[in-house]
């Protein structure tokens, strides 16, 4: 072998060999790599707020006293009253008569007296529940005529039921001196034997009737008012002056 032959079999042997270790340093292709264990997220806590003591003790019930013991009479319900002033409940006059009559009956502590009464030449047919002292009107209007609340209220005496008592909101009573309160509150006096004048008087409910006419009496709101009337030489003498709602004193009821 020449010289020349034998270097380039050294070459190729070196080469062999060199290809060889890379050959052996290489990874399998065919193996899987092992994952790496990862930690999981650590969870955080809900954040609870600190409590700075127990949760306060609920209001204690209190029970309301709903014994009536006096009656308001206002220009468009009565307020039925506690002994400690409070009001338990209020009766619309535009309630239904038979509910404002069981209402009533509650209070009063007994039935009433049941009336029907026919129409005349100026009111309609009527009917009356009454107790000593007491008498609720319910008109019977025709159907599409109103021309004021669904009943009125007349209060005699100024102690009815079982000791239940009636006033206006200013403190006068039925059998009081009609033309004493009648001075406090600046109306005329007219001595004619029959007086009624406005106590109390709610509000507006329309424009004022007859605004043309110059009597006095016509200067009234065209509104429902708690009138006190009195009659002299009346059926009954113990009965003097008595409080009725509502009356409107500007639309001229007659």
Known sequence: MSGRTAGVVTMVIAAGMLLAGCVVGLPDPTALPTPTPTRPPATRAAEVPPTEGPPP??????????VVTHVVVRPEQLELVNSAGAVVEELSYDADAEEFADALENVLG???????????HEWWPYTTYSWPGVAV??????EGVSSDMNVSVTFTHPVVGNGITVSTVQGFRPGDDARSFSEELGETWHGTGYESFPAETGPDIGPRGYDDWT??????ANANAVAV???VGGDDPTVTSVIFAPWNFGIGHV
């Open 57 to 66: 003790a609920p209001e204690p019930i209190v029970a309301v006293d709903t």
């Open 215 to 220: 009597d006095s009496f016509w200067e009234y």
């Open 229 to 231: 009337n009195q009659w």
């Open 110 to 120: 007994g039935p009433p007296d049941v009336e029907e009464r026919p129409g005349g």
């Open 137 to 142: 009107r319910d008109d019977h209007e025709r």
